[in-house]
């Protein structure tokens, strides 16, 4: 069955900029979570989406956003880029993650921040 | 306090040996614990998880669980060059809360 998918792969912003990364889970999987990969913090949860709702948010300020469709497909938004988003956001779906299940990792989306 | 602590590594470990591997975390309720490897510029993928208390084996991965203690580890046994990746612990703590994993490196 067809992974998880995230567009675009690859962007340059410059900072003040907006982003919006888009992520189609597997079918089926009704949660999707999102995380910021950097090699200094690792992975850090950025939010979860369950049945279109948000279930748990991380520690990251107001300027990240998501939200999750009917079809579980999900967009997080970055507004007033800064140098240090530069990242890679990495989307997960799964049936429920709260309740142990397997999280599937897309490819990624790599941010750079210029 | 981080809410899931694992040393950064890297460890190195000569093919053939046992790797270990060990993460910390804070929350005392914590139920599910995973582990996760992540090879160089590829997304994590599930490798074990454990719920009870103990050792859990599969194949060459064996999983151990202490709550008293909260700490859960991962023993590689006859390490192959192919094990080495990062290896990220994974808690749910209200959320699935990862570590910063811990790259392994194993020698031919």
């Known amino acids: 069955k067809a992974g998880v998918t995230q567009t675009p792969r690859y962007l340059i912003k410059t900072r003040g900029q907006q982003v919006t990364l888009s992520c189609s889970p597997i079918?089926?999987?009704?949660?999707v979570s999102w995380y910021q990969q950097t090699p200094g913090q690792g992975l850090q949860f950025l939010f979860e989406?369950?049945?279109?709702?948000?279930?748990n948010k991380g520690n990251f300020p107001g300027r990240f956003s998501g939200r999750q469709f009917s079809n579980s497909r999900s967009e997080m938004n970055v507004s007033t880029l800064e140098l240090g988003d530069s990242a890679l956001y990495l989307c997960?779906?799964?049936?429920?993650?709260?309740?142990?299940?397997?999280?599937?990792f897309g490819e990624g989306s790599r941010l750079t921040v210029l | 306090q981080k809410e899931v602590e694992q040393n950064s590594g890297p460890l190195s470990v000569p093919e053939g040996a046992i790797a270990s591997l060990n993460c910390t975390y804070s929350d005392r309720g914590s139920q599910s614990f995973f582990w996760y490897r992540q090879y160089s510029g590829k997304s994590p993928e599930l490798i074990m998880f454990i719920y009870s208390n103990g050792d859990k084996e599969d194949g060459r991965f064996t999983a151990q669980l202490n709550k008293a203690s909260q700490y859960v580890s991962l023993l590689i046994r006859d390490s192959q060059p192919s094990d080495s990746a990062t290896y990220l612990c994974?808690?749910?703590?209200?959320?699935?809360?990862f570590g910063q994993g811990t790259t392994l490196q194993v020698k031919p």
């Open positions: 997960a779906s799964s049936f429920d993650p709260l309740a142990g299940g397997e999280l599937f």
């Open positions: 079918s089926g999987h009704r949660s």
């Open positions: 994974a808690v749910i703590e209200g959320k699935l809360i």
């Open positions: 989406y369950f049945s279109e709702t948000q279930r």
